[in-house]
């Protein structure tokens, strides 16, 4: 068990450009969850997935935000047209499903954008 | 109403002194309750879960459930500098897993 990991941990990127962040969750759970976190805030809710099927996805979301598991495995978050306000850590946490489901998160990307 | 609040602090406590964090919850279906430790610039990292009413001890930390008062707390015992961190409460719902704004702690020598 290697843990949640995430690629990159940092990204500088300048406004209008598009970014993708990996996640590669434990390995033998079906569910991954991608988030944002700001500055005195907790983790806001972004996606999910279960296995390769999107779940859910926040109302919040912008479009220009996508993410896809096309295999069950990592996942992809692409944010296109990056923005100012796109500045955060975006973290990634993978569970299996069940009555005692447990996340256990990745180390983060984060994204400045200039 | 937000999901989960909690008290952001700063909470300070001596070194050797037990800290108290406590969170409350809206959705009274909520199903399991975590507490997680995050270090600044850090990912959160997972300490603590509870499923049913009561206490739960693990090592110098106590997790305590109510679910008719919708109140989910952390007791740290022995506070040590190294436990000085943002103290993340967590629900989920059965849906989804919502987190409160966390509750800054800090030990002081």
């Known amino acids: 068990d290697t843990g949640v990991s995430q690629d990159p941990r940092h990204k500088i990127t300048k406004r209008g450009q598009n970014v993708t962040f990996r996640c590669d969750p434990i390995?033998?759970?079906?569910?991954l969850y991608w988030y944002r976190q700001t500055l005195g805030q907790g983790p806001e809710f972004l996606t999910y997935?279960?296995?390769?099927?999107?779940?859910?996805k926040s109302r919040l979301l912008s479009d220009r935000f996508s993410a896809e598991r096309p295999k069950g495995s990592f996942s992809t978050l692409e944010i296109q047209r990056t923005e100012q306000g796109d500045s955060a850590m975006y973290l990634c946490?993978?569970?299996?499903?069940?009555?005692?489901?447990?996340?256990?998160f990745g180390p983060g990307t984060r994204l400045l954008v200039l | 109403q937000k999901e989960v609040e909690q008290n952001s602090g700063p909470l300070s406590v001596p070194e050797g002194a037990i800290a108290s964090l406590n969170c409350t919850y809206s959705d009274r279906v909520s199903q399991s309750f975590f507490w997680y430790r995050q270090y600044s610039g850090k990912s959160p990292e997972l300490i603590m879960s509870i499923y049913s009413n009561g206490d739960k001890e693990d090592g110098r930390f106590t997790a305590q459930l109510n679910k008719a008062s919708q109140y989910v707390s952390l007791l740290i015992r022995d506070s040590q500098p190294s436990d000085s961190a943002t103290y993340l409460c967590a629900v989920n719902t059965g849906n989804q897993f919502y987190f409160g704004t966390g509750t800054s702690l800090t030990v002081i020598p």
């Open positions: 997935f279960q296995n390769e099927a999107q779940l859910e």
């Open positions: 390995s033998e759970h079906n569910r």
């Open positions: 946490a993978s569970s299996k499903s069940g009555r005692q489901e447990t996340q256990y």
